[in-house]
């Protein structure tokens, strides 16, 4: 089974400042990796595929990169409602693993 | 527009069963592969069960749980039999974006199951 581990687990940010999460595998996915947001009491939307396409909808604000096993997400410009919880997962390999996931907070 | 809709949860003693149900609607089920995704209270989230051109379980739910859909009812299951209390979450049922990425595209609001005696 492929672990993902996100870092760091709560991160404390400023509005309209940049925000930059982490997700490890651990063995390499290639691309194969997807964002997703979630917001309390709300299903989980899926921002990046392909560890660097957006999804339909999403703004540009919302950017991907990486690939093998290091990945990264970056949030140019936080805005209010982009205070969430975010989780990366990895579809290289049965089973499907999410990461434990890293909750963006207002500082 | 699409919208999947999920039901059949509860409050369920251990050893029992439950079938949740899955109604899409916007799209055809058939032309699309799905997923079922658990989160237990506070917790992340857990990939439970796939079925496309062929079904996948996670371990910890394998010979237990079964998905399965009727494609003339547009609506997708989960059949979850011997259930235990590490089973309580709300399960969510989420629609594959393309097929060879398993990026889920939609999801359902989720709909809680609870296990306790």
């Known amino acids: 089974e492929i672990m993902m581990t996100q870092s760091p687990a709560t991160l404390s940010v400023s509005p309209g400042e940049r925000a930059t999460l982490s997700c490890r595998a651990s063995q390499s996915i290639k691309n194969n990796l997807a964002w997703y947001q979630q917001k309390p009491g709300q299903a989980p939307r899926l921002l990046i595929y392909g560890a660097s396409t957006r999804a339909t909808g999403i703004p540009a604000t919302f950017s991907g990169s990486g690939s093998g096993a290091e990945f990264t997400l970056t949030i140019s410009s936080l805005q209010s409602e982009d205070f969430a919880v975010y989780y990366c997962?990895?579809?290289?390999?049965?089973?499907?693993?999410f990461g434990g996931g890293t909750k963006v907070e207002i500082k | 527009q699409v919208q999947l809709v999920e039901s059949g949860g509860g409050v369920v003693q251990p050893g029992k069963s439950l079938r949740l149900s899955c109604a899409a609607s916007?799209?055809?089920?058939?032309?699309?592969?799905m997923h079922w995704v658990r989160q237990a209270p506070g917790k992340g989230l857990e990939w439970v069960a796939y079925d496309g051109s062929n079904k996948y379980y996670a371990d910890s739910v394998k010979g237990r749980f079964t998905i399965s859909r009727d494609n003339a009812k547009n609506t997708l299951y989960l059949q979850m039999d011997s259930l235990r209390p590490e089973d309580t979450a709300v399960y969510y049922c989420?629609?594959?974006?393309?097929?060879?990425?398993?990026?889920?595209?939609?999801w359902g609001q989720g709909t809680l199951v609870a296990v306790s005696s």
């Open positions: 989420a629609r594959v974006l393309v097929p060879g990425t398993h990026a889920m595209d939609y």
């Open positions: 997962q990895q579809y290289s390999n049965w089973p499907l693993t």
């Open positions: 916007g799209f055809t089920l058939s032309n699309y592969y």
